[in-house]
């Protein structure tokens, strides 16, 4: 019984929380992710990897303007691993890329742009025309914002095709639906 009690009284007496000098600063971060599931993964796993050494992480929802703008720029939001470069976000870098730090690549090789259903016998943007009925003559995108959303209206211009184009955000309902008759925005 002695033994147990003069274990108890050195723990009690050993406790530096108490002593700010001698805890450790806490570690936390804030990391700014899109509703996209590629994103929500991503912060996912960058969260758990952080709190495994030793972090407290904050995710926060963002869209990809306000990201950039108040997040990353402002500092409202530490990092982020959601920046589609050197195309899909290049507009944001060009406008806040002086008041972010660029740390590296976590994905190379991503492509972006239209994608058809496998029904659909098409392989280039000259050939959309051709198949409009199929689609309405609608492209559905992503949020708006989105850089893909801009190359989108670029490209509907330059090849001269014959389509509407609009965000929408329940786009992964619309690809999932037993009828697949959109052309869609793909990354």
């Not at 996209?36 to 709190?51: C, G, P, Q, R, Y």
């Not at 926060?60 to 195309?87: C, E, F, H, N, R």
């Not at 972006?112 to 025309?129: A, F, K, Q, R």
């Amino acid at each position: 019984m002695l033994v147990l009690l003069s274990a108890i009284l050195v723990a009690g007496c050993t406790n530096n929380a108490a002593d700010p000098s001698t805890t450790a600063p806490t570690k936390e971060v804030s990391i700014g992710y899109m509703l996209w599931d590629t994103e929500i993964a991503s912060a996912n796993v960058l969260k758990t990897v952080l709190e495994q050494e030793g972090y407290d992480v904050e995710l926060k929802v963002v869209a990809v303007g306000p990201l950039y703008q108040g997040g990353l720029a402002d500092g409202q939001v530490d990092m982020t691993i959601s920046s589609w470069m050197p195309t899909s976000h290049a507009s944001y870098w060009d406008t806040y890329g002086d008041s972010i730090d660029k740390v590296g690549t976590n994905l190379e090789g991503a492509k972006i742009g239209l994608v058809v259903p496998s029904y659909v016998t098409i392989d280039s943007i000259e050939e959309m025309n051709s198949v409009k009925d199929k689609f309405d003559g609608k492209i559905t995108g992503i949020e708006p914002g989105a850089g893909v959303m801009g190359l989108t209206d670029k490209a509907i211009e330059e090849y001269g095709l014959d389509y509407t184009f609009s965000p929408h955000r329940a786009l992964p309902w619309q690809v999932s639906s037993p009828v697949h008759t959109q052309m869609v925005t793909g990354l």
